[in-house]
């Protein structure tokens, strides 16, 4: 295994598939580049959360098997497990932020945990030191203390039991930071059904007694897993060791707590109690609730615990190359997807069309009368100036309609504006004479004005 971000929660997990994952729809906000983990229930993959406008994120994706969606059960714990799963908000519990239902597939998306498992450390041969292993202990503790406190949206208690704290689905980051992860079997008091006899879930080597010989699990179950899980990182071996076969009573006769200090020398006499305490065979020798366990862990370990640095330190003194090569491989899978987004251009301004002037056209080819009269007369008048009233929508309108910037007319005398005037009523005069001198030899069609200019009616 290499990297890890979210297991699945099964009594035997397979080896990741190597092969290239099965796209999804196109449909669909994520991309799976690299499949880390895999199960009864379903794969895991690292991939990307697809957005607007390139975006994407690095995510943990757990997909569902085929035959898992065939079966309503099944069905069900997934959709039950995210239901759970997002309630939970604590730095130490992988939460499940999305489901995506599209195509008969089903993906339950999560935060991405680089780092690798518990079981890959303890499997791994390199002797992980008390600092670190009372480091992650405690980090697992607190996870337990959000799991089983969780409220819903109006505040009231869940009760939530994990029901499989294993090595497993414990995830050791490059951060130093340790999170519990898969909520697939987890179990609230609230739910109707209790798993019994053959129903039981789990890793067998990590159940209660209790829950061997009912089939129904507390939080003093986890509390048990706990001190395996526990004992196990400091002792570098594993505790109860049995054919999953087995009569569930002969394993739940067996198991007998084994002091630390007869298989490994070293560990402190405060921390010896406390494991030994954890894994009371009867519920009542045991700490009441998580709020006592994690008191009592943190008492004992006083001193004696390691920063999240040495813990960081350690994980890629064991995970280092299988990490880097995983972050390789994500780099190289067109993760992220550059976009030529458009230059922005300003809009292009259209003049509103002018509306023609009723009554007086001309045959020529262009604008009505009027409108030749008022243009000449615009280019006589210099443009006025905008009074400090206008608004800057009207500047603007008044620029885009007059382009050209006239250089600011001198003061003129009264006399002046007269000469103006007579001059437009001239230059009218010419414009409709040589129009009826057009007219009468037969170059232009403008009988209609020639005759309303003169004052007589127009010819039919």
Known sequence: MTLAAEKVAMSAATSPDSSPPRPLVSTSRYRLVKQIASGGMGAVYAGFQRGAAGFERL????????HVLADVQSRRMILREA??????????????DDVEEIDGELLLVMNYVEG????????????????????VAIDIAAALEAIHTATNESGEPLGLVHRDISPQNVLVGVDGLTRVTDFGIAKSAHDRKQTLGAGRRGKVGYMSPEYLRSGVTTASSDLFAFGVVVWEMLAGLRLFVADPDADCYDLAAARKPIRLETVVAGVPRAIE????????????????????LRAALEAAAQGAVASRDEVAAYVASVAGPSIDELRRELRSSDSCTDLALPVPQ??????????????????????GLLDLVARCSAALEPPRRPSSRSSDA???????????????????????????????VMLAIVIVGGTAVLASAGLADDAPAASMVRGGAPAP
Not at 59 to 66: D, L, N, Q, W
């Open 59 to 66: 995510v943990a994706i757990k997909r569902a098997h085929p």
């Open 83 to 96: 239901r759970h799963a997002s309630l939970v908000r604590h730095p130490s519990v992988v939460s499940i």
């Open 116 to 135: 690798t498992s518990l079981s890959h450390l303890r499997e791994s041969g390199v002797a992980m030191t008390l600092g670190v292993a009372l480091r």
């Open 273 to 292: 109690d406390f494991v030994h305490k954890a894994l009371a065979p009867g519920v009542a020798d045991r700490f009441a609730d998580i709020h006592a």
């Open 346 to 367: 300003p809009p292009r301004v259209v003049p509103a069309p002018r509306a023609p002037s009723p009554g007086l056209h001309t045959g020529l080819k262009g604008d």
């Open 394 to 424: 009207a500047v603007v309108s008044m620029m885009a309609a007059r382009p050209i910037a006239w250089p600011q007319a001198p003061r003129r005398s009264p006399g002046g504006a007269l000469a103006r005037a007579a001059g437009i």
